[in-house]
Structure formats: structure tokens, C-alpha cells
């Protein structure tokens, strides 16, 4: 079934059931009115002249939502990519933000509770206990600081309550062993003082067959838990303390190789095929990285501390103090395939430490804005071990022998010369550390009664210092060009004494947005804005070009995106249909990116210029008490404009996208029936700004990093009793089994050997859940 036809198909269950609808039920039908923050004050969302996408914790509950994967999935113009809990893609607006490297600074911001945790490798959370998500498109660094170039995502958990108590858990259970258990307690101590525990415990069978035995790859296994205090000791003071734990043990990313079969490395025997969705044969090495097997191990915490205190009827102090520490360490097989010709892994660790103050200003209804000043620490390092079996290493390169179809390890270490190491082994760790000050001022003004002009602006001022560090562990490498002399690196060269060298940099820069909104009716906004958003300078930095020589330090180029919109915001029909619209246009300069030099280092690269037009919309519509459909689409025209990759699309970003659903509640059985299917999709995408162009890649001519379009139907089915606090559902995601991928290219391509990983099969189970 086409996706048209799924989208017809459930459009017209719901409007099927409104033509049906009696007018006094008008009452029981308006959609709710989420309250959100995204201009640091509370608002409707009609009244926020920014493209928001809100959802309640209850909504994200209804559909299913557990992770930013799954949430992108309903947000027009935002995509999250997740090859592991390590390694996620956040983009907006076709813009990407992924790199683990420290010295590297995000393009889309991701907010907890107002602390900034977008370090990639720290900030895929689990979403649960939530009181609502908000993801602001468009250029936010004027409201939310460093790393919003593109957007922001702001995940508002749930506080301690003082006035009741309650409780709540569910459990579910599925397939491929599937087993999730979840809750929160939140328990008034006193009239002013309130705790609240919640937590979530999730693990998944993998769902790539391990061809050489042992656990299936891209498993889950997560754990997390959170707690909540707050103090009020009147109305106009309000303080809380949330404390965050997760902690990730997955099994390994299974970056699949398309070149090689999946062979026995013991035999050579093949023992799978080059399907991008089926089994893989991949391995580590003996002694790498004190035996861990390939997969993750990841602990994120933080404390962070909100206190509200209204000083008078104008103005109120609000501040947020905030410690976070990341650790992980993934061991993964870059090659894709059954000998161990590379296995890498990386341990990257980092800390921050922010300080927020922020008053805030409100004058009747005329006029309300905010000042506010912060100080922002983080430091951090990845470390990067390698080991390669220079014996397959050469076969496969072709650098001695032809590339085979498959051989026995027995076989190869016969053919190669034994000069060849068959366990080469080379470190490098790169280290960052940011010192950041910001002052911010932000003001709306009511020109007339339904006219509102606001403007804002932002300082920065960054002190910088990075490092890099790299070592052989075993002595050189005879295909790195090593003499008796001289020992030389195959990937790497190292530094005087594997010892790190620092460089440091200062930057500032200003960002700022000018926004005007009309109030056409009190169910109509239009607004339209400029805005600019600013990624700061990087010093990257990278290995010598021989060994013992000097680190190589690079200045990228701040980035700057200067976007331009218009929108529009409607609630209609007595306000049981709400309908929002953007269209925006954005120029790009200094795109910073990375690619492998002729001497097969990866160097830093400015590709230029870029520039995207697109169009943004969402729906939601309630004509009965017990049927209501949304439903989202974005159109991103995203394009380099000069330079290296000019014409190419940006990476991850489809040029069309939408989402639909339904929710359809029946009477039956003393109780209620509820029905929620959804449906998503997207339209091609690549994998790497080269969009995998044979004339980037000397070793690879095919073009196959790349997914078509494709949809993904989920399906649930619950059942609550009208007097009881229980709920049973069960449920279907990926329900047609589409086969898709998730990424392609990776690591394995600097090397002529593209690994892909593939993408969720169906999933299915029951669920339970009970609030006390």
C-alpha cells in the first residue's frame, strides 16, 4: 500500500467518525493548550512566533514515544539518527550535529530542564516522566545560548508536586525478548516540600543475527532514574533539585560490509549473504581494550538546581546551576566483515559545569523581556585505541594481494610476508576544554493591543584550549612506511613521547533575532522574523605528518546561519482544530566538515557556502469527544552552494517528510477501546555530504550509501475500564516489516569499505500499566 493510500485511509476514519458528531459535544472535544517556555516565559503556543513542536508527556505516552528517534518521527523538520546511545545525529532543518571529537561544537542544541547536555556523546537520553518536549526550529542562539545554529530540543521533566500524591507503573513485554518496566512516585513530605522517584529499566535481543554466534547485534539494555525536590516554602519562591542517572550496555553496532560476504574467519567458509538487513560477521580481537566485547558501556549523570523567586509583580530571578559528567566506551569492527583486518573503539569522557541568571520582566501586557548572564565549563577527551592485522590489512587493500573473496586466517598469515604484524596497534586522543561567558537580553513589545514586536541579542565570549595526543603501542607499521630508523604509523603518527600538545583560542561573537507577530483574531497569529545563529570557532586538530612531528592545529571559521521566516498559527472551529504553517529560507557560511587525504589522514575542510528554503506544517483536529488525527509535513530544499560538495544535498536530510495518526476511542465492555495507528515517512536520504559520488572515492564506485523513500506504520490497541486505574495495550511498530537502513558508509568507507547498519524490523508485545 502506498503511503497516499495509508494517509487517505486514516485521514477519513477520523473525519468519517466527526461527520457523526453532535454540536453539544464541542465542550469535550478542544484540544488541550500546552503551555510552553520557548521565549523563557509561559505561553500559549499560538502566541509564540517561533516554529515550535510541542508534545505532552501524555501524548508521547498515547503513540509510544521512548527515545529522540522515535519523537523525530512527528516533528517536521527534525531528524534523529541513532546508530547506538553513543552515537546519535541530531539535524534540523537539514543541518547535521554528531561529532564526538572534544574540541567539536554542536549545531543543534538539546536542553534538559534548561541545561544544555548536546554533547553528542552525552546527549542521548531516555525520554520518560516527562511533563512535555519542545523543539524550536530555526536559528535559537539568542534564547537558548551556544550550540542552537539550527534549533533547539528541550526536554521538560517532571517536577516533585507538594499538593498530592501519586504513582504510576507500567510494564511491557514483546518480541526478541523485549522487556521494559517503568514508574514514578512523587510524595508530598510537607506542605512546602515534595520528592518524586521515577526510573525506567529497558533491554531488547538485538535484532542483526551474529553469523559467528554469541549476542545479536544492536541490542538494548538501558537503565535510568531520576530524582525530583522541590521546596516552596510561598508563592513566590520555588526551588528544585533533580538528580539524572542512565546507564547503556548494548550489544555491538553492526556495521555491515557490502564488499566481503559474511565469512568464517577460521575456515573462510561464507556464511551469510550481502543483504543490508541480515546476519553479520564481525569480531574483535583477543586482549583489545581488556576484553570488552564489541558494544557499550555508558554512564550518564548530572545535578541540576532551578530556583524561582518573584521579587515584586514586575520582576522575578530565575536561576539554573547544573554538573554533568559522561563516560563510555565502544568497541566496535569498523571493516564490517568476519577476519579481524581492524577493530577500533572509543572512550570518550567529558564534565561540564554551568551558571545561569536570568530576571525576567513583565509590565502589565505591553511589555515583558528578561536580561541574564551565564557562565558555561566543559572539558572532555576521546580516546581512540586501533588495532589492525597488517597481514589482512594488505590482502584486502590489495597493497600484496588481489582482494579475496574469502580466505581462512590460517591462509592469509601463510600468503603475506612476515614482516607483517598480524596485531598493529596505535592510539590517539584528542581533549578539549571551553570556558564561556554569555550576556543575553530579550523584549517583547505590544505596539497595539494585537501588534507585537520582539528582539533579542546575545554575547559570547569562548576561551578555548585543545590538545592531541597519539602513540604506537607496539612499535611501527612496515605498510605505514616504518624502517629500522624509524617507526611510522599506518593511520597515525605519533606525537614526542605519545605526550599531548595543547593550542589555544579566543572567539566572541554576537547573535540576534527581530520578530514581529499580529494577533489577526484571538485564533489567528502571523508572525515573520529574522534570526541569525552562530557556531562558534573550533581549533581541531589532527596527527602529525610524521612522527614526533607537531600536532596539527586548524582555526575553523565560526559558522553562521542567517534565517528569514514567516508564519502562521490558527486555532479554528471552537478551537477543536489547530493548524500551524512556516516557511523559511536560510544562507549558510563556512560549513566545516572532514575528509581522509590521499595520505589517508582525515584532515578538516571548509565547504563553503549553503542555503535551504523549506515549509513546515502541523495539524491536529479533535471533531469528536472519540476521534482526533494530527498529522505533520516538511518540505527541506537543502543545497551547498560552492566549494567541495557544491550541488550535493546535506547529509541525513530528506527533501520531503510527513507523519499522520489517528486516535480513535469506542464504549465497550464498561470501558474504553482506543485505537492509534500512525504512519511516517521520508524521501531519500544520504549518508555523507559526498552523497557517495564516485569522484570523492577513489575505491568505491557504487553508488549505494544511500536510502530511498520509505514509511513505517505502528499500530496500538488499548483498553482502559471506565472505574479502574489500569490500562492494557498492545502494540505493533514497524508494522508492515519494512526493510530500511539507518546509516551507510561510516568508518569502512575511508578505507573502501562501506558498512551499513540496518534499520528496526517489526516489533510487537503487550503492555500494562496502573496509576495509584
Not at 590489512?393 to 594481494?401: E, K, T
Request: a negative charge; one cysteine or more.
Amino acid at each position: 500500500m502506498s503511503h497516499r493510500r495509508l494517509l487517505l485511509l486514516t485521514t477519513c476514519a477520523a473525519l468519517a467518525i466527526a461527520a457523526g458528531a453532535h454540536a453539544d459535544e464541542a465542550a469535550d472535544t478542544q484540544l488541550e493548550e500546552l503551555i510552553v517556555t520557548a521565549q523563557k516565559r509561559e505561553q500559549k503556543l499560538i502566541d509564540v512566533p517561533i516554529a515550535v513542536t510541542a508534545y505532552g508527556g501524555g501524548f508521547l505516552d498515547d503513540i509510544g514515544i521512548q527515545e529522540f528517534e522515535e519523537l523525530s518521527l512527528y516533528v517536521p523538520g527534525f531528524e534523529v539518527q541513532n546508530q547506538s546511545p553513543n552515537n546519535p545525529g541530531f539535524v534540523m532543518r537539514g543541518i547535521t550535529s554528531d561529532s564526538g571529537e572534544a574540541t567539536n561544537e554542536p549545531r543543534v542544541s538539546v536542553f534538559q530542564d534548561g541545561v544544555s547536555i548536546s554533547k553528542s556523546r552525552g546527549s542521548y537520553i531516555e525520554l520518560f516522566d516527562l511533563q512535555r518536549v519542545e523543539v524550536a526550529k530555526g536559528p535559537q542562539s539568542t534564547l537558548y545560548g551556544r550550540g542552537a545554529l539550527i534549533g533547539a530540543v528541550n526536554i521538560v521533566q517532571n517536577k516533585a508536586d507538594v499538593s498530592a500524591r501519586s504513582a504510576n507503573v507500567k510494564v511491557e513485554g514483546g518480541n526478541d525478548s523485549y522487556l521494559m518496566a517503568e514508574g514514578a512516585v512523587n510524595l508530598p513530605v510537607s506542605d512546602t516540600f515534595a520528592i518524586r522517584f521515577a526510573g525506567r529499566i529497558k533491554s531488547r535481543d538485538g535484532y542483526v543475527k551474529n553469523l559467528l554466534g554469541g549476542e545479536d547485534f544492536n541490542s538494548t539494555d538501558t537503565a535510568a532514574g531520576r530524582v525530583a525536590l522541590r521546596w516552596k516554602p510561598s508563592d513566590r519562591l520555588t526551588a528544585d533539585l533533580i538528580l539524572n542517572y542512565q546507564e547503556d550496555d548494548p550489544s555491538g553496532t553492526s556495521f555491515k560490509s557490502l564488499t566481503f560476504a559474511p565469512t568464517d574467519p577460521t575456515t573462510g567458509a561464507v556464511i551469510g549473504d550481502l543483504g543490508r538487513n541480515s546476519g553479520a560477521a564481525l569480531t574483535t580481537a583477543p586482549g583489545f581494550e581488556g576484553d570488552q566485547p564489541l558494544g557499550l558501556e555508558r554512564k550518564v549523570w548530572g545535578a541540576t538546581a532551578l530556583v524561582d523567586y518573584k521579587l515584586n509583580e514586575s520582576f522575578s530571578l530565575s536561576s539554573i546551576s547544573a554538573y554533568r559528567e559522561f563516560d563510555g566506551t565502544e568497541v566496535f569492527d569498523p571493516d564490517g566483515f568476519g577476519l579481524p583486518m581492524l577493530v577500533f573503539a572509543e572512550d570518550a569522557q567529558g564534565e561540564q559545569l554551568s551558571q545561569e541568571l536570568r530576571l525576567n520582566y513583565t509590565s502589565g501586557e505591553r511589555l515583558t523581556g528578561f536580561v541574564g548572564v551565564s557562565y558555561f565549563h566543559e572539558e572532555g577527551s576521546q580516546r581512540v585505541p586501533l588495532q589492525i592485522n597488517e597481514k589482512i590489512f594488505a590482502l584486502v587493500s590489495g597493497r600484496v594481494l588481489p582482494r579475496p573473496n574469502g580466505l581462512p586466517l590460517a591462509t592469509i598469515n601463510a600468503l603475506a610476508p612476515a614482516a607483517l604484524k598480524s596485531v598493529h596497534k596505535e592510539t590517539f586522543t584528542n581533549f578539549g576544554e571551553t570556558d564561556s561567558y554569555d550576556v543575553y537580553g530579550d523584549v517583547s513589545f505590544k505596539l497595539l493591543d494585537n501588534v507585537e514586536l520582539a528582539a533579542g541579542v546575545r554575547y559570547t565570549y569562548d576561551d578555548k584550549r585543545s590538545g592531541y595526543s597519539a602513540t604506537l603501542d607496539n612499535g611501527g607499521s612496515v605498510l605505514g612506511g616504518s624502517t629500522a630508523a624509524l617507526a611510522r604509523g599506518l593511520i597515525v603518527q605519533p606525537t614526542v613521547g605519545g605526550r599531548p600538545q595543547y593550542q589555544a583560542l579566543d572567539d566572541s561573537g554576537v547573535t540576534y533575532r527581530l520578530v514581529a507577530r499580529w494577533a489577526v483574531t484571538d485564533g489567528l497569529s502571523l508572525y515573520a522574523s529574522h534570526a541569525r545563529g552562530r557556531r562558534p570557532k573550533v581549533l581541531a586538530t589532527a596527527s602529525p605528518t610524521a612522527p614526533n612531528g607537531p600536532v596539527r592545529f586548524t582555526e575553523l571559521p565560526a559558522e553562521v546561519v542567517d534565517s528569514y521566516e514567516a508564519g502562521a498559527k490558527a486555532a479554528l472551529l471552537d478551537n477543536t482544530l489547530s493548524l500551524e504553517g512556516a516557511v523559511y529560507a536560510y544562507d549558510y557560511q563556512n560549513f566545516q566538515t572532514s575528509i581522509r587525504n590521499d595520505a589517508g589522514q582525515i584532515v578538516p575542510i571548509n565547504a563553503g557556502e549553503a542555503s535551504a528554503k523549506g515549509f513546515e506544517a502541523q495539524l491536529n483536529y479533535r471533531p469528536t469527544a472519540q476521534a482526533s488525527v494530527f498529522a505533520t509535513y516538511a518540505y527541506n530544499h537543502a543545497r551547498f552552494g560552492n566549494g567541495l560538495f557544491k550541488d550535493n544535498r546535506f547529509r541525513l536530510s530528506p527533501d520531503h517528510s510527513f507523519s499522520v495518526g489517528a486516535k480513535l476511542s469506542a464504549e465497550v465492555l464498561q470501558g474504553t477501546l482506543t485505537f492509534t495507528p500512525t504512519y511516517t515517512w521520508q524521501s531519500r536520504v544520504f549518508f555523507d555530504s559526498n552523497n557517495d559520488q564516485p569522484r570523492f572515492q577513489a575505491q568505491d564506485a557504487i553508488v549505494d550509501e544511500t536510502q530511498g523513500a520509505y514509511g513505517l506504520m505502528n499500530l496500538r490497541l488499548a483498553y482502559a475500564p471506565t472505574e479502574g486505574p489500569w490500562k492494557v495495550e498492545a502494540f505493533v511498530i514497524n508494522a508492515l516489516d519494512k526493510k530500511y537502513i539507518k546509516d551507510a558508509g561510516n568508518t569502512g568507507d575511508a578505507f573502501g569499505i562501506a558498512t551499513f547498519i540496518a534499520g528496526e524490523p517489526r516489533y510487537y508485545g503487550l503492555g500494562v500499566s496502573y496509576r495509584f
